[in-house]
């Protein structure tokens, strides 16, 4: 959900921009004049001697308070670091796209880090005491690092799931992908169930 909005937002933010560039390289071409069109007289740039704000669009406000352009100042101020925030948090990728295995004839050959992560939730799941994972790498293809959420059963032991975690799943993969570590941070947390009664 989260990435269509992104791919929403910035498609609508790009082809504004691409527009309103179009439409000032228009204007300062003065291509109304030389291909003999007109887009009406509301239209700011008809020429290469207009102005985005003339002079009355910029002292209009000038007699009312002294709060009016120290305000539109902060606004823009302040959309404008979020514009930033948000474009850096697009470029900080939160999974790893890849995983640089060695092959052996000096190149290495690229494997998938959604497959990777998908074939060690699936070892993963398949031990005792556990419900259900969910695996995301991170970190550098030449260096993964492994985001582990486990869900326990009622009966499990924490401690003798991580040990197998670590010696099978976490091995498994380590030695299929040939790296020399697979770093791994492991969250736990049980499944909720209803107290039974002893009688």
Not at 9 to 34: E, K, M, Y
Not at 48 to 76: K, M, S
Not at 88 to 97: E, F, H, I, S, Y
Not at 164 to 187: I, K
Request: hydrophobic share 50%; aromatic share 6%; proline share 4%.
């Amino acid at each position: 959900m989260l990435r269509t909005v992104n791919r929403t937002l910035l498609s609508l933010v790009g082809l504004l921009l691409v527009v309103g560039g179009l439409a000032v390289l228009a204007g300062g071409f003065d291509l109304q004049r030389r291909w003999g069109y007109g887009l009406g007289s509301g239209w700011p740039w008809n020429g290469p001697g207009d102005v985005l704000l003339t002079d009355a669009d910029r002292t209009r406000f000038r007699d009312d308070d002294d709060w009016w352009w120290p305000a539109v100042i902060a606004l823009l101020a302040v959309l404008a670091l979020l514009l930033l925030w948000w474009f850096l948090a697009q470029l900080r990728r939160r999974r790893l796209g890849e995983v640089l295995v060695e092959s052996g004839d000096g190149e290495g050959a690229l494997l998938r880090g959604r497959a990777l992560a998908g074939v060690l939730a699936a070892e993963a799941e398949s031990l005792s005491g556990v419900d259900r994972v969910r695996v995301r790498l991170r970190g550098r293809r030449t260096r993964p690092r492994a985001r582990i959420d486990l869900w326990l059963e009622a009966h499990a032991a924490p401690g003798a799931v991580v040990e197998r975690l670590r010696a099978e799943p976490l091995e498994h993969a380590r030695a299929s992908a040939g790296l020399d570590a697979l770093p791994a941070e492991v969250r736990l947390t049980g499944r909720r169930h209803r107290a039974e009664r002893v009688t």
